[in-house]
Nanobody, 123 residues
Framework: QVQLVESGGASVQTGDSLRLSCAAS????????VGWFRQAPGKEREFVAA????????DTADSVKGRFTISRDNAKNTVYLLMSSLKPEDTAVYYC????????????????WGQGTQVTVSS
């Protein structure tokens, strides 16, 4: 089973940018939709963005649309989440996972979850 490892989380200030990476242990990740989710303290995990296996189609939550961009480099088995104009409400643990379905924004359709990476945005 493919393993996904998130990285790139950090403590930043409002307005800063950050790029998260989701690295896969196998090339088979290139055949799947990959999504980013986040979970803030005391809240349920929520969808952030997803990208089709071929990289040509993306989906982004309204709360981050225009600020966050998802992309993938299949040669590196890696999916990225570029976050700009960060706000304190973006503070959360960010997770990536894979899905065999497109479009897919529901958590139940994703598997092989990573351990998460913490993003903290201070005002």
């Amino acid at each position: 089973q493919v393993q996904l490892v998130e990285s790139g989380g950090a403590s930043v200030q409002t307005g800063d940018s950050l790029r998260l990476s989701c690295a896969a242990s196998e090339r088979t990740i290139n055949d799947y939709t990959v999504g980013w989710f986040r979970q803030a303290p005391g809240k349920e995990r929520e969808f952030v963005a997803a990208i089709h296996w071929n990289g040509q189609y993306t989906d982004t939550a309204d709360s981050v649309k225009g600020r966050f961009t998802i992309s993938r480099d299949n040669a590196k088995n890696t999916v990225y989440l570029l976050m700009s104009s960060l706000k304190p409400e973006d503070t959360a643990v960010y997770y990536c996972a894979q899905s065999g379905i497109w479009p897919s924004t529901k958590e139940r359709y994703f598997r092989s979850w990573g351990q998460g990476t913490q993003v903290t945005v201070s005002s």
